[in-house]
């Protein structure tokens, strides 16, 4: 499929020739349980999927040496390679029919350490309005603003500085500010070498007008920033969910059952109180089931934590009516309000001539190169068109592009969003586009899609793979925004400090001019997804269509919480991983105090 292809080569460029790790071996499989009767009946906490936030919440809750875990995983133990097929769910999207009708690859990890096993290892956080942007979302006094999630970003990442001479040559500036020194996971910089190109580059972007220079990537600000990898300082592998808090902990609180496919949740009245799985490596169908004392902590991911809360009669009573499923909550959220960064994999240039610069550090070769990223709103953008762009979306009726599915509430909810995107498109501190600056040209993304989809069973066969449906495209704001993004690109190839290489544009080509025939050409090329799902089980009120509540337990239920990618209400100017530790390190603050 040409899309996959294409997802594959902007991931390819992003991290260079860093696409297989070492996999350090597998220190911890006294631990591991590969069969239903090799775990105990009963734990203090079961935790659903064993990657990216699943085996953060389980390392933080063993840490006491006490706290028992079992951490139930759908994918095996092995090593992580980007994009690879068989560490992966096999997914396709249904058609698109506001991008010419194409389906597209939904890639989430299917293995130990989840998505982050396999991912770009892009590592970036979003800004401060939109992080404060969720606590608005969130209702009075909420406490995940961007000071609020701050501290956990320090607590789940530690920084390795850039190569000091490698740093002063190319202005790759950073500041302990804004990471940590404690945890297992690492960001650092490669020390690759970098050719003069890299120098032409970034003080050309610096001058386009508006553009600012944070000082760090982490900082919360919008601008040109060098940024990290997650990867390990020393030896450039990956650092991912299994690296930084499973291998080589051992404890004997903290398991791992692998192949283990959770398809419900056991239930005291209100009280969640375990979880019901079949074991992939039996033929027979035998359906188990494990106890939690303390809590249930769902962590599958934004596309299959909702199917299991609806296996449970936990979601959009409509939905669960058609499908024959019990209701037990009616929860019209789950499922909905399902986002993902969309972007065009190449508007694509040559060089009439090559531009050079003389350079005496260009790095001692270990590792890939740094990496350079253009991270703008719309104002800098577009001057000239970012106020009409606001002000037509600010004029649209909120409702009007919604999946048919959605309810009252959600409706209700998304006005809130619907406020708080018209105040992104006005700001300078949310980061609408995203360029991974190498040059001559390159892939352009759009950080806010205002189209919202949906992922569902399918209501005959709700056990079977999850329906996935982008509604990409549906809101023309988001072709607004991406025909933007095309002439910023333009601008920075040939304007200013470029104009004098004479770049010659390959694609779409420079007679592709009006708002229309961008827009046709976007509607043909643009890709939903940058493998970003989030918002599925969102935490915001339940009067909003929310799923999880401040604490993140989910409405009318206790004992049950939601600590993945499907929480997140809104997206963040960013890959997503960064986030997603963050916020679970904060859940396991918040699920240690309540049990405590
Ligand atoms: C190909 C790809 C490239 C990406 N590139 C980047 C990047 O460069 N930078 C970045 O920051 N982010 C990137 N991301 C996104 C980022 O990795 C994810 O947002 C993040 O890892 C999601 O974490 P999570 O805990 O929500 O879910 P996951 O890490 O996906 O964990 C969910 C786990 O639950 C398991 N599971 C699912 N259903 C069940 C079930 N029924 N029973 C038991 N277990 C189950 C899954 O197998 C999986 O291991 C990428 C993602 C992918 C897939
Ligand atoms: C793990 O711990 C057990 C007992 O606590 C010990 O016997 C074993 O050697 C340890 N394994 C590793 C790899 O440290
Ligand atoms: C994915 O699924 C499709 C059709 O459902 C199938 O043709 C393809 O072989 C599968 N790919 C992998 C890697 O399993
Ligand atoms: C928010 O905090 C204020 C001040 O502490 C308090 O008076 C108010 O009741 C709180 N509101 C909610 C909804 O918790
Ligand atoms: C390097 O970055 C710093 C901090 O952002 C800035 O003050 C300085 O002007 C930059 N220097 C160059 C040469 O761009
Ligand atoms: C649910 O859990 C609470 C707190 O542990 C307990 O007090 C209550 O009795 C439980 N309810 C049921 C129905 O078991
Ligand atoms: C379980 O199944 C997987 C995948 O088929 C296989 O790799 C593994 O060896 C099996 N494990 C056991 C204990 O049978
Ligand atoms: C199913 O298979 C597993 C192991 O393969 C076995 O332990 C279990 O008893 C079997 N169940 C039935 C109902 O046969
Ligand atoms: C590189 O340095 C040399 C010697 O100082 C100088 O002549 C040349 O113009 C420089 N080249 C560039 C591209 O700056
Ligand atoms: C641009 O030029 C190409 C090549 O000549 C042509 O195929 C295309 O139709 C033109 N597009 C527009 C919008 O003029």
């Known amino acids: 499929m040409s899309s996959v292809k294409a997802s594959i080569a902007l991931l390819c460029l992003t991290t260079f020739s860093n696409l297989v790790s070492a996999w350090p071996g597998p220190k911890s499989y006294v631990n591991i ?19 990216t936030s699943g085996l953060t919440v389980g390392d933080r809750l063993t840490e006491d040496g006490k706290s028992t875990v079992l951490v139930l995983e759908h994918g095996f133990y092995g090593g992580p390679i980007t994009l690879d097929p068989t560490r992966m769910y096999n997914i396709t999207s249904v058609p698109q029919p506001h991008l010419n009708d194409r389906r597209f690859n939904v890639g989430i990890g299917n293995i130990v350490g989840g998505s982050s096993a396999v991912n770009g290892m892009v590592f970036l956080r979003g800004t401060r309005e939109e992080y404060d942007a969720w606590a608005e979302l969130g209702g009075p006094n909420s406490t995940w603003t961007w000071e609020g999630i701050l501290p956990y970003f320090k607590k789940g990442i530690t920084l390795a500085p850039p190569d000091p001479a490698q740093a002063k040559e190319f202005n790759i500036t950073y500041s302990m500010d804004y990471w940590g020194t404690t945890s297992k996971i690492f960001g650092s910089f490669g020390k690759g070498a970098m050719g003069g190109v890299m120098k032409v580059l970034y003080s050309a972007m610096k001058k386009m007008p508006g553009m600012t220079v944070p000082i760090d990537s982490g900082a919360g600000e919008t601008g040109l920033y060098w940024y990290p ?15 930084g808090h499973w291998d080589g902990l051992n404890r004997t609180n903290y398991e791992l059952l692998v192949g283990a496919k959770v398809n419900g949740l056991l239930f005291d009245g209100d009280n969640a109180t375990g979880v019901t799985f079949l074991s992939r490596n039996e033929t027979n169908s035998t359906i188990h089931s494990v106890r939690a004392r303390k809590e249930v902590i769902l962590a599958a991911g934004a596309v299959h934590t909702p199917q299991i809360l609806i296996l449970s009669g936990i979601g959009p009573s409509a939905f669960l009516k058609e499908a024959d499923i019990p209701i037990k909550i009616d929860l019209p959220g789950v499922g909905h309000n399902f986002q993902d960064h969309s972007y065009i994999p190449s508007v694509g240039f040559q060089w009439g001539i090559v ?84 040059g001559p040209g390159g892939s352009v993304q759009n950080l806010h899609p205002m189209s919202r989809g949906t992922i569902l069973p399918d209501p005959k066969n709700p056990t079977s793979e999850m329906i996935v449906d982008y509604n990409a495209g549906a809101n023309p704001t988001d072709i607004d925004v991406m025909v933007e993004n095309i002439r910023f690109m333009r601008r920075f190839m040939t304007t200013g400090d470029l104009a004098q290489y004479e770049a010659k544009e390959t694609m779409p080509g420079a007679n592709v001019t009006t708002d229309e025939d961008l827009a046709e050409w976007a509607r043909q090329v643009i890709i939903p997804s940058v493998y970003h799902p989030i918002g599925t089980c969102a935490k915001v009120p339940r009067e909003h269509g929310g799923v999880v509540d401040e604490d993140l337990l989910v409405y009318g239920t206790k004992k049950l919480s939601i600590i993945d990618s499907s929480i997140h209400p809104l997206l963040v100017g960013a890959t997503t991983s960064m986030t997603v530790y963050a916020v679970a390190e904060k859940a396991a603050d918040i699920i240690k105090a309540r049990n405590s």
């Open 33 to 51: 349980k590969t069969r239903s009767e090799q775990i105990a009946d009963e734990y203090d906490y079961i935790i659903v999927g064993g990657g």
């Open 229 to 243: 990898l997650s990867q390990d300082p020393n030896t450039y592998a990956r650092s991912y969910a299994r690296s």
């Open 355 to 438: 531009p050079t610069a003389n350079v005496s550090n260009p790095g001692s070769g270990s590792g890939a190169a740094p990496n350079l990223a253009t991270m703008i709103g719309m104002p800098v953008i577009s001057p000239d068109n970012f106020e009409a762009i606001a002000q037509r979306y600010a004029d649209q009726d909120p409702t009007q592009y919604l999946p048919s599915s959605y309810d009252e509430t959600l409706k209700e909810g998304f006005k809130a969003q619907h406020a708080v995107n018209t105040k992104f498109l006005r700001s300078k501190h949310v980061t609408f586009l995203e360029i991974m600056v190498r």
